[in-house]
């Protein structure tokens, strides 16, 4: 299995790894039957995100596409860092192998439950098209 440039830099570098105490919103998504499971921390200012962290337990490609996607909503406001897609991550990672294509969704989801974390702690409703799926072992992606 190849793997490119960056996945390797975001795997041996990854960027933002650690965990903020006063966090203003949390998601974890991930099953540990799968073996990949994400966190995600977000400070919030203002409606832009000044500051993410994570916390990723899984193979080499759930840490790239975990420390790729919080390279991508830092500084963001919340309403771009909505947008962001597995899709998304897998192009600025310069592709992952079909079987590794999982870790990026995680890495979607972890962002997007972090976000509905914020806006529960908040009292705000969040946009009704903000879904978090959160892995059951049983996908077909991740061989379980």
Do not use: W
Not at 66 to 94: F, W, Y
Not at 106 to 124: F, N, P, T
């Amino acid at each position: 299995m190849l793997y490119s440039e960056k996945v390797m830099d975001h795997f041996a570098n990854p960027r933002n790894v650690g965990e903020i105490a006063d966090a203003d919103g949390v998601g974890e998504v991930g099953n540990a039957k799968c073996g990949d499971i994400m966190k995600i921390y977000l400070k919030i200012e203002d409606n832009i995100i000044t500051d993410v962290k994570f916390k990723t337990f899984g193979c080499g490609a759930a840490i790239a596409t975990s420390s790729m996607a919080t390279e991508m909503i830092m500084g963001k406001s919340i309403d771009e860092a909505l947008t962001i897609t597995n899709k998304a991550v897998v192009e600025a990672l310069d592709g992952l192998p079909p079987v590794k294509i999982h870790c990026s969704v995680l890495a979607e989801q972890a962002v997007k439950a972090a976000l509905l974390d914020y806006y529960q702690k908040q009292g705000i409703e969040p946009p009704v098209d903000l879904e978090v799926s959160v892995c059951s072992g049983e996908c077909e992606s991740c061989g379980h």
